[in-house]
Antibody, heavy 118, light 106 residues
Framework: QVQLVQSGGGVVQPGRSLRLSCAASGFTFSTYAMHWVRQAPGKGLEWVALIYYDGSDKYYTDSVKGRFTISRDNSKNTLYLQMNSLRAEDTAVYYC???????????WGQGTLVTVSS | DIQMTQSPSSLSAFVGDRVTITCRASQGISNYLAWFQQKPGKAPKSLMYAASSLHSGVPSRFSGSGSGTDFTLTISSLQPEDFATYYCQQYDDYPLTFGGGTKVEI
């Protein structure tokens, strides 16, 4: 069965960096696009980034462009989100999700909390 | 960005009720519309895509309709496990955007 297991969250000071990971199993990871979606405490869902199945193209929401980088290692079946220059407003639970087709989200990771605070 | 507006933001219902949630896009999105269910402290669950296609394993009491700017999610007979928050999402254009959510409670 499809599994997405996330790691890497935690508490970080403003301006610092953090990398999230999402380990995939139960499907051929290298043939699916992958996404990151976040949810600030008590708020709704916000799409963050997309990477194509082969890493050839990436898309970001405006608020993270130039600060966050989505990447993948298909040999390790793992998706990453490198988050630099973190701000208080980046505080959220971050979810990875598989793209059934490029843009249709089907399976989700369990989520990992990122807290940006001094 | 395409704005997605859901109504109502919350509703109260009983087990067995028919429930309808509306989602409106700020511009036409054809049928590039998905629905998600989220329970407190849990990851979202994907219910539907292409406005009316159910993901595998989603009960048939869930249905969707609409095209262009106006969409609906209907639960034909509300079950205890359906009490949750529901989100619509457009995937016609970047950035992908979600509605604000509809909380279905007793």
């Amino acid at each position: 069965q499809v599994q997405l297991v996330q790691s890497g969250g935690g508490v970080v000071q403003p301006g610092r960096s953090l990398r999230l990971s999402c380990a995939a199993s139960g499907f051929t990871f290298s043939t699916y696009a992958m996404h990151w979606v976040r949810q600030a405490p008590g708020k709704g869902l916000e799409w963050v980034a997309l990477i194509y199945y082969d890493g050839s193209d990436k898309y970001y929401t405006d608020s993270v462009k130039g600060r966050f980088t989505i990447s993948r290692d298909n040999s390790k079946n793992t998706l990453y989100l490198q988050m630099n220059s973190l701000r208080a407003e980046d505080t959220a639970v971050y979810y990875c999700a598989r793209g059934l087709t490029q843009l249709v989200l089907d399976h989700w990771g369990q989520g990992t909390l990122v807290t940006v605070s001094s | 960005d395409i704005q997605m507006t859901q109504s109502p933001s919350s509703l109260s219902a009983f087990v067995g009720d028919r429930v309808t949630i509306t989602c409106r896009a700020s511009q036409g999105i054809s049928n590039y519309l998905a629905w998600f269910q989220q329970k407190p402290g849990k990851a979202p669950k994907s219910l539907m895509y292409a406005a009316s296609s159910l993901h595998s394993g989603v009960p048939s009491r869930f249905s969707g309709s609409g095209s262009g700017t106006d969409f609906t999610l209907t639960i034909s007979s509300l079950q205890p496990e359906d009490f949750a928050t529901y989100y619509c999402q457009q995937y016609d254009d970047y950035p992908l955007t979600f509605g604000g959510g509809t909380k279905v409670e007793i």
